[in-house]
């Protein structure tokens, strides 16, 4: 296990505390687990040994982090690694083509949570969902972009419900489009939403 010297200054700013850490740049994977750390504490452990009452001189405080579970990345990318660390599917770039009509300008990866059967989920409003909107340049001649709304059940169907994710500490929340009866309808080389 690397071991390393880091100068820690702690200030109270108002209703804040600043923490600042310097140390050695070649050790700076260590403040990357640290800043993951923060984002979703694992274990705590505290030793406080009073004795009669009386505070120790000193106090020692220890967070523990899995590294197992989290990959800690330089500069926010693997440099230096040899081979692909994403490969998209060639079926979601085919997808992407079909639903917009082009090429995929950025590819964005990003960790989320999905639910499972014993996670709740909270429904957004007291009914169903009778809409969405998006942005695409998938039918215009001259590739300017245009917004779409599609209107759910407007040929008879039910309509879906709209509910948030209830995730574990340092995931972002999801919305999630559930049930209904609206379909992906191919029409010519681009896809539509239907129903």
Wanted: glycine share 10%.
């Amino acid at each position: 296990m690397a071991k390393s010297t880091w100068k820690v200054t702690i200030e109270e700013m108002g209703d804040d505390v600043k923490m600042t850490w310097e140390g050695n740049t070649k050790n700076i994977p260590q403040i990357h687990a640290i800043e993951e750390l923060l984002k979703g504490l694992k274990s705590f452990d505290a030793e406080s040994p009073f004795k009669e009452g009386v505070a120790p001189k000193k106090q020692k405080r220890t967070w523990n982090l899995p590294l197992k579970s989290r990959k800690i990345r330089r500069n926010g990318n693997d440099a230096g690694k040899k081979g692909k660390i994403h490969e998209v599917p060639k079926e979601a770039v085919d997808l992407y083509r079909m639903f917009n009509g082009c090429e995929p300008e950025e590819i964005e990866y990003m960790k989320i949570w999905l639910p499972d059967d014993e996670t709740p989920l909270v429904a957004i409003g007291e009914g169903d969902c009778p809409f969405i909107g998006y942005s695409s340049a998938k039918d215009s001649p001259n590739g300017g972009i245009e917004n779409y709304i599609h209107h759910f059940g407007e040929e008879g169907g039910s309509k879906p419900r709209v509910f948030v994710t209830m995730p574990p500490k340092g995931y972002k929340r999801m919305m999630l489009i559930v049930g209904g009866d609206w379909d992906i309808e191919k029409r010519g080389e681009k896809l539509w939403l239907v129903n």
